[in-house]
Nanobody, 120 residues
Framework: QVQLVESGGGLVQAGGSLRLSCAASGRTFSMYSMGWFRQAPGKEREFVAAIKWSGITSYADSVKGRFTISRDNAKNTMYLQMNSLKPEDTAVYYC??????????????WGQGTQVTVSS
């Protein structure tokens, strides 16, 4: 299975931008569909965005038009460009491989995540 490390989080004002990175180990990264998830305090982890090995993407309605997911298979890295950030985007963001694309089901193992805080 792929080992994953998230980075790029931070504190930003509403309307600002951040770019998250997900570095993967292992030569099978390009075979996996990948996704970004987030968990806000007191809430369950939720799906944010996903990308197939082919580049086909999918987004949660709450981030559509503001976030862009991408991947560089040669660098074993996935990205999440987040623009027009809102306070409700505040959460710990995680990346993970998907075991099922249709329902955006992630594998059970999670990394440490990266904290995104958006101030109003």
């Amino acid at each position: 299975q792929v080992q994953l490390v998230e980075s790029g989080g931070g504190l930003v004002q509403a309307g600002g931008s951040l770019r998250l990175s997900c570095a993967a180990s292992g030569r099978t990264f390009s075979m996996y569909s990948m996704g970004w998830f987030r968990q806000a305090p007191g809430k369950e982890r939720e799906f944010v965005a996903a990308i197939k090995w082919s580049g086909i993407t999918s987004y949660a309605d709450s981030v559509k038009g503001r976030f862009t997911i991408s991947r560089d298979n040669a660098k074993n890295t996935m990205y999440l460009q987040m623009n027009s950030l809102k306070p409700e985007d505040t959460a710990v963001y995680y990346c993970n491989a998907l075991s099922n694309w249709e329902i955006k089901k992630p594998y059970d193992s999670w990394g440490q995540g990266t904290q995104v805080t958006v101030s109003s």
